[in-house]
């Protein structure tokens, strides 16, 4: 099980099956906030669809296509970073990311993005990360923004949300550009 202890209050540990339960519950209590921007909330309905979800990443990591990491603040689940699309011929990948609306304003996900994209430039030897998000998410901007990428375009009506097609903005950080 893969563990990155980020600071004294937030540390990343690679999801579990046992870690199902508490990440639907924190899903459904956050719903109505993530469901926003997030497509796949509304596909999250039983505590089995987190389950399924966690197995996929684990199966994922296994064949070293992605990893996702429960964000841990005082040991309690309050979101997920994961890794995913690796691609080991261009050795890069794509960050995703979300918070429940309680831990919000802490700057937990600025600090577990950090913590990621170094294991990702260093650990793993990858020379871009990607984030892509929805136009509007201004919140999910921030992330990448803070962290010093490069805006390199916006995908149009490249993901669908309720039904509507929405432009992605895709930002990018490569390795000799990382500066924490």
Known sequence: MLELNVNENIRLRQLQVEDAPALFQLIHASRKSLRRF???????????????????????????????????????????????????????????????????GKGIMLHSCKALIGYAFTALRLNKVEIRFVLQNDKSAQIPIKLGFTREGILRQSAKLHGHYVDMVVMGMLRPDWKY
């Open 38 to 104: 997030l497509p796949w909330v509304d596909y999250t309905t039983k505590e089995d669809d987190s389950l399924r979800f966690i197995e996929l990443m684990q199966r994922k990591t296994d064949e070293e296509e992605a990893v996702a990491f429960g964000i841990l603040y005082n040991d309690t689940l309050c979101g997920v970073v994961d890794l995913h699309d690796w691609d080991h011929a261009l050795q890069k990948a794509e960050i995703g990311y979300w918070l429940a609306p309680a831990w919000q």
